[in-house]
T-cell receptor, first 115, second 114 residues
Framework: GAVVSQHPSRVICKSGTSVKIECRSL??????MFWYRQFPKQSLMLMAT?????????EQGVEKDKFLINHASLTLSTLTVTSAHPEDSSFYIC???????????FGNGTRLTVT | KQEVTQIPAALSVPEGENLVLNCSFT??????LQWFRQDPGKGLTSLLL?????REQTSGRLNASLDKSSGRSTLYIAASQPGDSATYLC?????????????FGTGTLLAVQP
């Protein structure tokens, strides 16, 4: 089946630093990738939608200058949390799809802790 | 605005029982609906995808139904096993344009007791 690889799985960083999270579709070309954030015991909150070669579409309330998304190719999207603060600590999950008629495939998530 | 609700929020059953998880959505103009499972600290695994024109999909012990007009979907798990313990999420995709993104329900936390 389709595999989405997300790295790193865990990262601890100091306040003020930036963190990059990678999301790769290993065996298919992803027309669209999505980035979610999940708080403990809550459902997924969509942050942004990215299409290869174009700017990401951010959801209302998500700061695009803080959460930089680059969708460089049909198999790679990156999320950079810039100038991270403790309130950015969360579980970030990416997903990818080949088209809207296909299932959405998820990475295993990244646990970000900002100290 | 589409809202997706899942009931119950949590469920505990003994091993071997058949069970039903419910998902309801407020806007029936959907393109498709997906069921996922999420294990603690992990991403989501796609279980079943139902297109808006379909009534049900089956995979092994899982059967998902869709009643688009009433805004409901159910996930039926037969002969439950401890390995089925996880959070189950449904998500609906809007019918085109700005509503192309998936809207997730709040999930049902399932515990199957051995």
């Amino acid at each position: 089946g389709a595999v989405v690889s997300q790295h790193p799985s865990r990262v601890i960083c100091k306040s003020g630093t930036s963190v990059k999270i990678e999301c790769r579709s290993l065996d298919f070309q992803a027309t669209t990738m999505f980035w979610y954030r999940q708080f403990p015991k809550q459902s997924l909150m969509l942050m942004a939608t990215s299409n290869e070669g174009s700017k990401a579409t951010y959801e209302q309330g998500v700061e695009k200058d803080k959460f930089l998304i680059n969708h460089a190719s049909l198999t790679l999207s990156t999320l950079t949390v810039t100038s991270a603060h403790p309130e950015d600590s969360s579980f970030y999950i990416c997903s990818a799809e080949q088209g809207r008629d296909s299932p959405l495939h998820f990475g295993n998530g990244t646990r970000l802790t900002v100290t | 605005k589409q809202e997706v609700t899942q009931i119950p929020a949590a469920l505990s059953v003994p091993e071997g029982e058949n069970l039903v998880l419910n998902c309801s959505f407020t806007d029936s103009a959907i393109y498709n609906l997906q069921w996922f499972r999420q294990d603690p600290g992990k991403g989501l695994t796609s279980l079943l995808l139902i297109q808006s024109s379909q009534r049900e999909q089956t995979s092994g012990r899982l059967n998902a139904s869709l009643d688009k007009s009433s805004g409901r979907s159910t996930l039926y798990i037969a002969a439950s096993q401890p390995g089925d313990s996880a959070t189950y999420l449904c998500a609906v995709r809007g019918d085109g344009g700005a509503t192309n993104k998936l809207i997730f329900g709040t999930g049902t936390l399932l515990a199957v007791q051995p």
